[in-house]
């Protein structure tokens, strides 16, 4: 990540902590305009000293890029040039497949006021613009080094889209839940709720949907089995209840 | 977007800044630690004003999230729950499938410090946990709205991965480049770097492969012609060399 004239250390910090955050630690640096380092910097690093204390700093671009083979240029604005435009998620794809052949990859941002200047775009092989709301299209610096870094993190994460932790029980076995509903049932029957007996098997049907969406475990269901039991017979004897509750 | 007692203004305007960023526009405030409005949560929203005056405040995430059917709630740590863990890219999916339902949903953020409590986390539907580098996972509570509001902006996008654009002129056409490949191995020939009639298939072919790979518009096409003739017959006399140059 090479940020270009950043203006303001806080920003330099939130970047520091948003490489962090996403396993990035070469930070490069070109004419900070505060002077390096930067007591702001650090402290809105929380924690990602160790971003801050590697951070080269150079003079002119070309150095900071010097020893990259490919190199990409952030913008917020369509700029009038014949140059590949990719989404942070491509652009990251791209990113790790030539790193993934030895080449060094390196992303230019702009100062924050106005970002990039054109020319320093066009030093870049490919443009980076995220989609965004076009009316309020303009990122923190911050925000921007997140979102970049954010794609490069995913695009080698093998976290599944969903899961569910089970935690100390599996899920209920079938066995399991219709012992649950025949219990159910049973005293449904018993306390009247289910006094109906032609509409008794849509009633059961839709309880049965009902807690089937839930995909209990069998802790869950040893817990609603305890649940009715106990609403059936209380250990503790009930409070008078008043008429007007 | 529901802020759960926030500390910081200035996070407070970041999180309205990353949601107008990405077309959101209701912002939900249970308890902030510092009042409201905030001064500071203005100055770091950096006018995104519209999402703060819209900015709803509450006593209790009961009552901001009243009229939601779907809550999700957002966590850097791994909870002991049996629920539903989403990535922000697999939750933002799963959000737009419901808002196109008609379903209102909701996203719990939580303080600054520690994040949800646990009783809060059980109030959600699911969980969005972001995959981050797990030895520093703890985003910036602006940086969390940042990365799942531009999760729900890029579900929604239609923006291609890649494209090139043209600007005012089209890719030029096979004879237009072919024209250019002729011309430049003539005055090639002429000017003697391809003497060696031995090597000058392959070399040409070599120089060929690689202005093929710049997939060059017709315009530059003329400007690499205009160039090569400008370099055979200076429009200006050349300034004398010196020896040491």
Redesign the interface.
């Known amino acids: 990540m090479i940020l270009v004239e950043p203006q303001l250390g806080e920003n330099i910090g939130?970047a520091a902590?948003?490489m962090?955050?996403?396993?990035l630690t070469d930070l490069r640096i070109v004419r900070p305009r505060d002077g390096w380092p930067n007591p702001k910097a650090k402290a809105a690093a929380?924690?990602?000293d160790t971003v801050l204390e590697r951070a080269m700093i150079f003079d002119a671009i070309s150095d900071a890029t010097a020893g990259l083979q490919q190199l990409y240029a952030t913008t917020a604005r369509?700029r009038?040039?014949?140059?590949?435009?990719?989404?942070p998620?491509?652009a990251a794809e791209d990113a790790r497949e030539r790193v993934a052949k030895g080449e060094r990859v390196g992303i230019l941002f702009g100062p924050e006021r106005a970002g990039l200047e054109n020319d320093h775009v066009s030093l870049a092989d490919a443009v980076i613009q995220?989609?965004?709301?076009p009316a309020?299209?303009?990122?923190?610096l911050?925000?921007a080094v997140?979102?970049v870094a954010?794609e490069w993190?995913?695009a080698g994460?093998t976290?599944?889209?969903?899961?569910?932790?089970?935690?100390k029980?599996p899920r209920a076995n079938r066995a399991q839940l219709l012992g649950l509903f025949a219990h159910l049932e049973a005293e449904l029957v018993a306390c009247g709720f289910l006094r109906n007996e032609e509409k008794r098997p849509s009633v059961m049907r839709n309880i049965r949907n009902a807690l089937e969406r839930a995909e209990l475990?069998a802790q869950?269901v040893r817990t609603f089995r305890g649940i009715v039991a106990n609403l059936v017979e209380p250990k503790f004897k009930r409070p008078a209840r008043s008429r007007k509750a």
């Open positions: 939130f902590r948003a962090l955050n996403c396993g929380s924690g990602a369509r009038e040039m014949v140059k590949p435009v990719l989404t998620r491509r995220a989609p965004l709301n309020f299209a303009s990122l923190n911050g925000q997140l979102i954010y993190w995913q994460s976290v599944p889209a969903s899961h569910t932790p089970l935690g029980s475990t869950e």
